[in-house]
Structures are given as C-alpha cells and as structure tokens.
C-alpha cells in the first residue's frame, strides 16, 4: 500500500510539472495583442465618459441642479447622496477612465510611434481631474491612476495641488498644448471622435478648459493676467463648429441611454419647478425642447414639480406634470456628450470681464453665448429676448446673475455643471426642496463612495475627517469663504 502511495506522489509530481512547465506559452492565445492600441482606448474613453456623464446628468446632476426633478427613488432627489439609486455615483466613471487614458499618456512617452497621443492624453487628464475634484474636493489623485505599477491604497491630493502643482489640471494644459505643438511626426491621431484627428482643435480645447478652471478658482487665486493672455490671443473655441462634442445617434449602440431603458425609468423625472419657472419668466422657447407639455393641459401649457418629494406621503399624477421631450428619448440624434462648448466659454469670458479680470465687452460676449446656445439646442430664439427679461442689464437682476443663469439653463444633462456653477455663484436661485433628508441644506460637494471606506480605509479615513465625516455641506477648497 505504501509502495502505492508513492507510486501515486511520484505520477503527481510529473503531471505537475508537466502541466506547469510550459503553461503560460500554453495558455496564452498567439492571436491577441499584448496591448491596446491607443487609437482604441482614446475612443474608448472619450466616449464612455462623454455617455457615461450624460446619463449622470439627466438622472442625477439635473436633480442636484433643479432642472428636473424625481417622482420616486428620489432619495438623491432629496439630498440623501451617499443612497445613489438611478444615479449618482460618478466616481467609478472618472477613475476608470482616468486610469485607461494614463495607460494612453504612458505609451505616448515610451513609443516613438504613439507619440502624437500625448498632448490629447494630457488634456483629457486635465479634463477629467477638474469634474473630479470639482464634485468631491480632495481625491486621490497622484498616486491613483497607474494600476499596474502603482499602489491600490493611493493617497487623497488637496484640490489646490491638483489645481495649481506639477502634473495638475493647469500645468497639463500647458503640457498638453506643448506636446501638440512640439510634434513633428507625420503619424496623425486615431480613436478621436472628438475632433477627428485635428491636433489644432485639441489646443483650442485647452485652452478653453484653461479658461473655464482659471474662472473657477478666481476666488482663491489672481488669474487676471492669464485669463487675459488667453483672451488677447483668441485660440480657444469660439463657434459651434469648434464645440467638444460628440453625436449620441438615433439606434443602439450609441443612442443616448435614456432611449435604452424601461419607459418607467423615463418617466420618473419631470421639470422642476424652479427651471419651469426660469424658463417662463424668460419666455424662453426652449421649454419646448428640453420638456412636453403635461398631459392633462387645456393647451401647451407646462407645468413643474418642486424637488425632493417624500414619495411615500406624496400622491403624485404623471399625467400633471410634464416630461423630458422626444430628444431624450424618441430622437436622440439631436443629443450631444459635450465636453466643452463655444457658449459655455463666452459665458466665462462675460463673467471674467464683468468681474474685471480681463478686458472684453461683458455684454457683447453674454449676447453671443445666448445666440450659440440657442443654436447648439436647434431652438429659434424669441426675436425681442435679449431686450426682455434676458437683456444683459434687465430690471431685479445683474449682469452676473444673467450670465450663469444662461449657462445654467444650456448646461442641462451636462454632468452635473449646473450645480458647480450654483455652488460657485449662487445664481440661479434654487428652490427649497420639499422634504429635505439634509436638513434643508443645499449639499455642497458629493459624498465619497462607500467603496472607498472599504478598500482604501485609512486615506479615505483621513479624508472622511477633514470633511466633517465625509459631509455633503463642507465646501470644496474653491468654494471656502
């Protein structure tokens, strides 16, 4: 029996070594790549999180930003965001595409060949670091994205750093521009749905999210002279032509996701009172194409209901409040993921000259932001609204409060932009919200994700107290008074 056992062991021994001898040649499939191609990985990323940030926008960034509002699972509604349920949580959004495009900058700068795709990588970085830090305040930032060679535990990056320090948001502007202007090869750039390969558009894309995270940190930070250097040299996107969007279609699989989903998940949001109300004080037309009338209307009328509802005590009627319009749904080809637009930069250029930090005509750039964003929304504009109540210097209102008012309405399903844009200003003004779960607070920042608490516990530790607890009502660095 011994002899057996031994006998046994010994076979065992061999077909061990055997099988593990030569498994990884075995098992590794001849036919695939050893990497992704960056060509793949910049479409990849451009547009998961241009689609990805879109549905957050209309599921949860417009609640935040009362442009609609939640019938039921509405607990974010009701600024309970650590209960994200339809939406609301970006944060696995921005990290998994910030990691992707790390691996694009990293094989920028180690293959001579690929190496038209590092100012495009170093822009998208910038990019996607300012949505970040701009919702949570302090994240983990640069020990974060370089999965394989990097630690799985990263340390939180004060905003101000992941502003203002090497390998920033600003300073990989500034490289991302170099990059692209230092670059000779005749290689041109694949995957970029975007811009279509045209490395002068990517500089203009800096440079106008040069401008727009310049007016963000305004407050803390003097930046009159650089925003005035970019004014002065005109190179940022400045006409619709020139927006950083991409086109959701009309069929699977790039339809806006909203036209994928059960009809029930639709119609639980409706406009909200406070943009019904904007919006009919402006007489604007574009109600119309952000919303329907309601179904129990004598005529087009529209009507809003007031955010954060308790749906358990509330009886609400679908048929008396009015939905999202066809083009979130029916016809999505009128939909874009935006980036950045020509609107949305002359409405910073308004606000900085208003404010003093750069020269420019205030009116003259507020006027031609409202004209693009109308026609970035394929909506007539009223022949008499910017001499009506959206006149740059109407009665009861300011000129500030005009110019963000307008970004605000135009930034609708953008993310979540109308609600930094309120944190950063104040304007518009928001509605107290019906049964707040926050004790009727606006939130100021997002919740860190419960994941972070589980794999990342003794940083996110750090962070949860630095935030009162990981509270929602602790400003972020721009934001401090």
């Known amino acids: 029996m011994k002899n057996i056992l031994y006998l046994f062991s010994f076979f065992a021994l061999v077909l061990t070594t055997s099988c593990t001898k030569d498994f990884e040649d075995i098992n590794t499939n001849p036919n695939a790549p050893n990497a992704v191609q960056p060509s793949l990985l910049l479409r990849q990323v451009i547009y998961d999180f241009g689609e990805q940030m879109s549905y957050e926008g209309f599921v949860a960034g417009d609640l935040l930003s009362q442009h609609r509002t939640a019938l039921d699972f509405n607990l974010f509604d009701r600024h309970a965001l650590k209960s994200p349920q339809l939406g609301g949580n970006p944060w696995p959004v921005f990290y998994t595409n910030l990691r992707d495009n790390e691996i694009i900058l990293n094989q920028s700068r180690s293959i001579n060949t690929f190496a038209v795709y590092e100012g495009p990588a170093l822009i998208l970085k910038a990019y996607m670091a300012a949505g970040l830090t701009d919702l949570f305040g302090d994240v983990p930032y640069s020990e974060a994205f370089n999965g394989i060679e990097g630690t799985a535990t ?16 600003l300073d990989n502007l500034d490289k991302g521009i170099i990059a692209i202007e230092n670059y000779s090869q005749s290689i041109s750039l694949e995957g970029d749905i975007l811009f279509n390969g045209d490395l002068e558009a990517w500089v203009k894309f800096a440079n106008a999210l040069k401008i727009k995270a310049l007016l963000r940190i305004s407050d803390k930070i003097d930046v009159s002279s650089q925003l005035q250097a970019i004014a002065t040299e005109g190179n940022y996107i400045s006409s619709n032509s020139e927006n950083a969007i991409f086109n959701f279609t009309n069929t699977d699989p790039n339809s806006f996701r909203l036209a994928q989903l059960r009809i029930g998940d639709f119609n639980n949001f409706v406009l909200s009172e406070t943009m019904e109300n904007i919006l ?15 179904a129990n209307a004598a005529a087009s009328e529209f009507n809003g209901l007031i955010n954060g509802i308790d749906a358990s005590s509330t009886s609400i009627a679908l048929s008396d409040y009015s939905l999202a319009s066809s083009a979130f749904r029916e016809d999505t080809s009128v939909l874009d993921a935006n980036f950045i ?58 000129p500030l409060e005009q110019i963000i008012t307008q970004k605000w309405i135009a930034n609708i399903i953008n993310g979540y932009e109308g609600w930094v844009e309120y944190r950063r200003t104040g304007f518009p003004e928001f509605n107290a919200i019906s049964a707040s779960l926050n004790n009727n607070l606006i ?36 934001d401090e008074n």
């Open 280 to 294: 009919i004080d402006l007489d604007d037309s574009r109600i119309n194409t952000f919303f329907k009338p309601f």
């Open 341 to 398: 637009t020509s609107w949305e930069v002359h409405f910073a250029l308004a606000e900085a000259a208003q404010k003093g930090l750069t020269t420019g005509n205030a009116q003259d750039l507020y006027e031609t932001g409202v004209t693009q964003a109308f026609e970035y929304w394929q909506t007539e504009m009223p022949i008499n609204y910017l001499t009506g109540n959206a006149a740059f210097n109407a009665t009861n209102t300011t």
């Open 443 to 478: 939130p100021v920042r997002m919740p860190y994700p419960a994941e972070e608490e589980a794999l990342n516990a003794e940083n996110y530790q750090e962070a949860s107290s630095a935030t009162n607890s990981n509270s929602i009502n602790v400003p972020v660095w721009w």
């Open 154 to 169: 990263p340390t939180y990056d004060s905003q101000e750093s992941i502003y203002m320090d090497d390998n920033g948001i």
